[in-house]
């Protein structure tokens, strides 16, 4: 009988003492291989406290350099090393530098959307679980620079009423989800809640009930009284969704919204990526040790995980 792709796939993983982590966003197969299937915090947890020495990561490079940040010791695998996140590359370090210049009181909060070199030049990293935690935690005193996605930042400054100086950066898929289709979602399903992600922009967080990430979105759809869920993120969440509440019908914003960077990982790359221990991600000194203080004062504050999911009319 021919090995199937997973069982070569397992027992390469036996023989490497590996684990394989996927985002919410990976294709429905390589969630259902992944040992764990979770947002970027939950995926930067698992990471730092792996018990295994190879980490393949199913997700884009800025994910794969935060598991190796946090655990230098292992190997970190990229099946396919050009899944890249495009916010990622819309800042970078000088650009930072040169905010920190201009606002010479304020700290630096990256989004963990940025390149290892922006998070070494960054105070705090966060992910949009724990943005808003994130920027309570600062000084009230301080103004708080924050890169690279400024509907995110926007966002924050909105939930926590602090002065946030943010970046142009943006997440080109989430901009799909635009507030004319929710607009006419609402219409055709009026007793539906709507779930949107903290990238979207303004217009279309204002018509959401609720703001949180890919995992927050998990957490409400299992004990949200609604029977119709309208969601405003990238399709693979959907995969899960439907999964874990199976009693629930969720409608997809906008077939549009599709990361193409993370619909790169297939099986047949996972099973490459054992095979030949490849691609290494690797983020050599000193900006690994920079890059990890901004993740591990990150961890330090969210450690207890995410708060519950917020409705955007929460008061800031
Ligand atoms: P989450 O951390 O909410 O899963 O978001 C990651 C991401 O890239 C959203 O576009
Ligand atoms: Fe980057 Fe957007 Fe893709 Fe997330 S969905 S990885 S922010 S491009």
Redesign the pocket.
């Known amino acids: 009988m021919k090995t199937s792709l997973t069982d070569r796939i397992e027992a390469l993983k036996r023989t490497h003492n590996a684990v394989i982590l996927a ?1 919410n ?1 990976q294709v429905d197969e390589v969630q259902d291989l992944a040992d764990y299937t979770g947002d970027s915090l939950e995926l930067a947890r698992q990471a730092a406290r792996t018990d295994a020495d190879v980490i393949v990561f199913c ?2 490079y ?1 994910m794969a350099e935060t598991a190796y940040i946090l655990n230098p010791g292992k190997t970190v695998l990229l099946p396919d090393r050009s899944a890249g ?4 590359r819309m800042i970078d370090a000088g650009t930072v530098e040169n905010l920190r210049r201009e606002h010479p009181d304020a700290a630096v909060v990256c989004y963990v ?1 940025s390149t290892a070199a922006v998070k070494a030049a960054s105070d705090y990293c966060c992910t949009s679980s724990n943005a808003v935690q994130i920027v309570e935690s600062i000084d009230p005193h301080r103004p708080v620079i924050f890169v690279p ?1 400024r509907h995110l930042g926007r966002w924050v400054a909105e939930q926590t009423g602090r002065r946030i100086i943010t970046h142009r950066g943006f ?4 901009m799909r989800i635009t507030p004319e289709v929710l607009a006419s979602l609402r219409a055709q399903h009026p007793d539906a809640e709507i779930m949107v992600h903290p ?1 979207c922009s303004q217009d279309t967080v204002a018509l959401a009930d609720v703001v949180t990430s890919t995992s927050g979105m998990l957490r409400h759809a299992r004990t949200s009284t609604a029977s119709t869920i309208i969601v405003g993120t ?1 399709l693979g969440l959907l995969h899960r969704l439907r999964r874990e509440s199976p009693d629930k019908t969720f409608v997809p914003a906008t077939s549009a919204a599709v ?1 193409p ?2 619909k790169k990982t297939t099986l047949e790359k996972v099973l490459w990526s054992l095979e030949e221990m490849q691609s290494r991600v690797v983020v050599p000194e000193p900006v690994c040790g920079k890059a990890r203080r901004a993740l591990d004062r990150m961890l330090e504050v969210a450690g207890a995980g995410e708060r519950p999911a917020q409705a955007h009319s929460m008061a800031p």
Do not use: I, K, L
């Open positions: 985002h966003y997700g884009v800025f996140c495009p916010m990622a959307n996605d997440c080109p898929t989430h990238e990238e990361c960077n993370m």
